[in-house]
């Protein structure tokens, strides 16, 4: 899929480096920074403290290009603001409106609590299904895939990172 008509303002943006180079790709680790730069420095509301507690993991997403990057290069890229609010949207909403349909619909036919609790919980866990195989379709498509914004910082021969 051609996305070089997109404007780099319609591009979300994110810093990332290069864990591992393929045919076709490299495979990138996102979220280098952790929290603002006042949590980075401990003035912040400490977002960084509980990622750095917990070990949140590194997102890892395959960006397709014939640039020629190597592991530790870092690289700034872009996806579609209109992409991420769609996958957003979808991630959120459908599960919700799954578990409130299904819930009101059992209410409804049945008047029992544990009725309705037992349809929210059939309706949200459809609605994840749906989003999953959805998920996997886009993936296919490539409408997802981010695009190289620029390189940063190219790894030097021989340095380890």
Do not use: K
């Not at 909403?93 to 578990?99: D, K």
């Not at 059939?122 to 914004?149: D, E, K, N």
């Amino acid at each position: 899929m051609d996305r070089s008509h997109i404007a780099p303002d319609d591009l979300a943006l994110e810093s990332a480096r290069v864990v591992a180079v393929e045919t076709g790709g490299v495979w990138l680790e996102t979220g280098i920074q952790r929290g603002c730069a006042n949590c980075r420095e401990g003035r912040g509301c400490g977002v960084s403290i509980f990622q750095r507690l917990f070990r949140l993991p590194r997102h890892r997403v395959f960006l397709p290009t014939d640039e020629s990057l190597s592991v530790g290069d870092h690289v700034v890229i872009g996806l579609a603001q209109r992409a991420l609010l769609t996958a957003s949207l979808w991630l959120y909403l459908a599960p919700l409106a799954g578990l409130l349909a299904s819930a009101l619909t059992m209410d409804l036919l049945f008047s029992s609590e544990w009725l309705t609790a037992l349809g929210g919980l059939f309706g949200m866990f459809v609605m994840l299904v749906v989003v999953r195989r959805r998920q996997a379709r886009q993936a296919r498509s490539g409408q997802f895939f981010p695009v190289l914004h620029e390189v940063t910082l190219r790894d030097a021969p021989g340095s380890d990172c």
